[in-house]
Nanobody
Framework: VQLQASGGGLVQAGGSLRLSCAASGRTFIYVMAWFRQAPGKEREFVAAITYSGGSRDYADPVKGRFTISRDNAKNTVYLQMNSLKPEDTAVYYC?????????????????WGQGTLVTVSS
């Protein structure tokens, strides 16, 4: 499966952005997730969602501000980011893994998108 992330850009603190990740190829049932990597830091988990959308998980720093969702008819997962802060500045990556469970770390994810840059100015 190939993943294409989009929607990044420059936004002022307090603003909003919506990231999209379109999947193509052999799109079986996948758990989808978003990770991010800030300059000089390791890649970290942001959010994940099961195939049905019935279960979601968020990293503590984004809880209450970010929402992950998906449209399986469009093979697309979204990350709505509100109340953005300068510390949210990072390259955001979407990831996918086959199976029913999501994990808050990179290893179990088989497929990765190319990343989209989000810059939040103060």
């Amino acid at each position: 499966v190939q993943l294409q992330a989009s929607g990044g850009g420059l936004v002022q603190a307090g603003g909003s952005l919506r990231l999209s990740c379109a999947a193509s190829g052999r799109t079986f049932i996948y758990v989808m997730a978003w990770f991010r990597q800030a300059p000089g830091k390791e890649r970290e988990f942001v959010a994940a969602i099961t195939y049905s959308g019935g279960s979601r998980d968020y990293a503590d720093p984004v809880k209450g501000r970010f929402t992950i969702s998906r449209d399986n008819a469009k093979n697309t997962v979204y990350l709505q980011m509100n109340s953005l802060k300068p510390e949210d500045t990072a390259v955001y990556y979407c990831a996918a893994r086959s199976g029913a469970n999501y994990y808050p770390f990179q290893g179990p994810y088989d497929h990765w998108g190319q990343g989209t840059l989000v810059t939040v100015s103060s």
